[in-house]
């Protein structure tokens, strides 16, 4: 079956440690993104990569870091600079080509609490 | 100002029931437009892309009004299992890169 799976699904932490979120597809998407969503709100866009070896910043990348090795994997550090580091957290992947859009796939999402 | 604005809700209808949800944006350059349906501590999942022309799909129906900034969502004859939160996605250039609406809770009732 081809998809994007995250583990943990639910992730516990104490202040102050960093936590890496895991997030692979084997659906040979080009591109990746984390998003952040908190109740009541929109996902926001954390970081994305289009490309191995390259990411970009998305609206609240501060207190996060990415990277992209393989095509097949994306995973997100939340480090303790995150101030509100508590959410859920989505892995998202899509094909890419100038000028077209392609649907965004979503992973099953990651709850992370932080105390 | 929130780039995609939708009013949250909750929507209660009863089963059969006809509900539309509208959804503004901000950006004139935005080119795609699309409803995506998240169930309660799941992921999103894309319902439909939103066209100039309009367009149906079974139930549903999407429009896109360029000039007002504003898309909307008719669900008709609603069922149990449409019970879900509706976000109206707006996509914001050609990097494949999306913003989110805080979405619109949908609860429909027996």
């Known amino acids: 079956d081809g998809g994007i799976t995250q583990s943990p699904k639910y992730l516990f932490r104490k202040e102050g440690q960093n936590v890496t979120l895991s997030c692979e597809q084997n659906?040979?998407?080009?591109?990746m993104y984390w998003y952040r969503q908190d109740p009541g709100q929109g996902l926001r866009l954390i970081y994305y990569?289009?490309?191995?070896?390259?990411?970009q910043k998305g609206d609240i990348a501060e207190g996060y870091s990415v990277s992209r090795e393989k095509k097949e994997s994306f995973p997100l550090t939340v480090t303790s600079a995150q101030k509100n580091p508590t959410a859920f957290y989505l892995c998202?992947?899509?094909?890419?080509?100038?000028?077209?859009?392609?649907?965004?796939?979503f992973g099953p999402g990651t709850r992370l609490t932080v105390t | 100002r929130k780039e995609v604005e939708q009013d949250p809700g909750p929507f209660n209808v009863p089963e059969g029931a006809t509900v539309a949800f509208n959804c503004t944006y901000s950006n004139s350059a935005s080119q795609s437009f699309f409803w995506y349906r998240q169930d309660c501590r799941k992921e999103p999942k894309l319902l439909m892309s939103?066209?100039?022309s309009g367009n149906e799909d079974g139930r549903f129906t999407a429009q896109l009004n360029r000039a007002s900034q504003y898309i909307s969502l008719l669900i008709r004859d609603s069922k149990l299992s449409d019970s879900a939160t509706y976000l109206c996605v707006v996509e914001y250039n050609a990097g494949n890169m999306l913003t989110f609406g805080g979405g619109t809770r949908l609860m429909v009732k027996p």
């Open positions: 998202a992947s899509s094909k890419l080509s100038a000028g077209d859009y392609y649907e965004q796939y």
């Open positions: 939103v066209y100039s």
């Open positions: 659906l040979n998407h080009d591109a």
């Open positions: 990569s289009q490309i191995v070896n390259d990411f």
